[in-house]
């Protein structure tokens, strides 16, 4: 049995937030996030709207396009870092609750960015293992609500939004995942971090005032770290599997910052039109930038059936993961 990548959805909340916003809330300009970023604006969630309500708007999406119903899905994988209740119950319960699908599997993936590529990782291997048919796998995420908007250095960055897909079970060899690669040095666990209100620091007054429940970043180191390692397992996927770069038909990177994105193409000798880039539109939005990017394409009818797409994570943990995966939708027009 091989594991086919059948749909992608996407869930965009409605309230644009520009630079020229963040301008009104913390000292910095256009010009200088669109420089060191290329980000333009990013989405932002209404308050009562939580991370599983916009997963599970994806999830629609990917479940129409999949041409199955939720009755039909043997397991769900939410990825987030943003869920909607500390601790439990998982997002991926309240996904299931809010799709009307109970007894089955339902849990979530804490691999920050990199998340969607470590559900793909569990989808792929529950189905090739003949466990699931059907796996919804979900990169939802509401940033707003962990992102410190007194500090400069990150509100610039990050979105909320939602991206999702069906992995489906085939004997047609063709329609297979070809490799997931998945991996982390937990040595790192300080470069992107929200030090407060988990255990270690359990909520306090004083966890407050510091604002310690906010995500933090190590920008620049992390900025090195990220160029070499989306690179490096980018180039050890395609030797693996023995493919060259020019025979991508899609290079779709996690969305944290164009000039990351840019370095690892050329290292990559990509072309403009294989490199896929979504980051002014959205900004950071963690698990969820992969297949929010995926379903920007398929969108613009530029993802077809047999298209072989390169995915490229990297994140908090530190954590990072790439993929080779061919579009293998059952309904073809
Ligand atoms: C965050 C990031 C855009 C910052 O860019 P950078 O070129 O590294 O900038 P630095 O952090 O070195 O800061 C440069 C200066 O800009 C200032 N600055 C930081 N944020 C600013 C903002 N929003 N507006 C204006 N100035 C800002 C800094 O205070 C610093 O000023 P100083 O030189 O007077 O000290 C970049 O480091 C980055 O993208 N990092 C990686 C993000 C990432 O990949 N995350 C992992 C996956 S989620």
């Known amino acids: 049995m091989y594991a086919a990548f059948r749909s992608v959805g996407s869930y965009v909340p409605k309230n644009v937030m520009t630079n020229e916003d963040l301008e009104k809330i913390v000292e910095t300009s256009d010009e200088w996030?669109?420089?060191?970023?290329?980000?333009?604006?990013?989405?932002?969630?209404?308050?009562?709207e939580s991370t599983s309500d916009m997963g599970v708007e994806a999830a629609k999406v990917a479940l129409?396009?999949?041409?199955?119903?939720?009755?039909?899905?043997?397991?769900?994988?939410?990825a987030t870092i943003s869920p909607d209740y500390?601790?439990?119950?998982?997002?991926?319960?309240?996904?299931?609750?809010?799709?009307?699908v109970a007894n089955i599997p339902a849990f979530d993936i804490s691999a920050a960015c990199s998340g969607f590529i470590y559900a793909l990782a569990m989808a792929r291997s529950?189905?090739?293992?003949?466990?699931?048919?059907?796996?919804?796998?979900?990169?939802?995420?509401?940033?707003?609500?962990?992102?410190?908007?007194?500090?400069?250095?990150?509100c610039v960055l990050f979105g909320d939004g939602a991206g999702a897909a069906i992995i489906g079970a085939t004997e047609n060899e063709n329609e297979a995942i070809i490799d997931v690669n998945i991996s982390s040095d937990g040595n790192?666990?300080?470069y992107l971090i929200t030090p407060g209100c988990g255990t270690n620091?359990?909520?306090?007054?004083?966890?407050?005032?510091?604002?310690a429940c906010f995500m933090?970043?190590?920008?620049?180191?992390?900025?090195?770290?990220?160029?070499?390692?989306?690179?490096?397992?980018?180039?050890?996927?395609l030797k693996n599997n023995n493919i060259e770069s020019s025979q991508i038909d899609h290079f779709i990177p996690h969305q944290a910052n164009y000039r990351i994105l840019n370095a690892v193409a050329q290292a990559l000798k990509l072309k403009d039109e294989q490199l896929v880039i979504t980051v002014g539109k959205y900004g950071n939005t963690s698990s969820a930038s992969i297949p929010m990017a995926m379903n920007d394409l398929y969108e613009e009818g530029r993802l077809k059936a047999g298209d072989l797409m390169l995915l490229d994570a990297f994140g908090g943990g530190f954590t990072w993961g790439s993929a080779l995966v061919p579009f293998a939708p059952r309904k073809t027009s």
């Not at 129409?64 to 939410?78: F, K, N, T």
């Not at 466990?131 to 979900?138: C, P, Q, S």
């Not at 620091?201 to 604002?211: A, D, F, N, V």
Request: glycine fraction near 6%; charge should be positive.
């Open 33 to 48: 996030i669109t420089k060191r970023t290329g980000i333009k604006t990013r989405y932002i969630a209404d308050k009562d």
């Open 64 to 78: 129409e396009r999949a041409g199955i119903e939720p009755s039909q899905l043997d397991m769900i994988v939410c």
């Open 86 to 100: 500390f601790c439990m119950p998982s997002t991926a319960c309240m996904i299931a609750k809010k799709l009307g």
């Open 126 to 154: 529950f189905v090739e293992s003949k466990t699931a048919k059907n796996v919804l796998i979900i990169g939802a995420e509401k940033l707003s609500a962990i992102v410190d908007y007194t500090d400069r250095t990150t």
């Open 188 to 190: 790192y666990y300080d």
């Open 201 to 211: 620091r359990p909520c306090s007054g004083e966890t407050l005032k510091e604002h």
């Open 216 to 237: 933090k970043m190590k920008g620049n180191e992390t900025f090195k770290v990220a160029v070499k390692t989306l690179t490096n397992d980018v180039v050890e996927i």
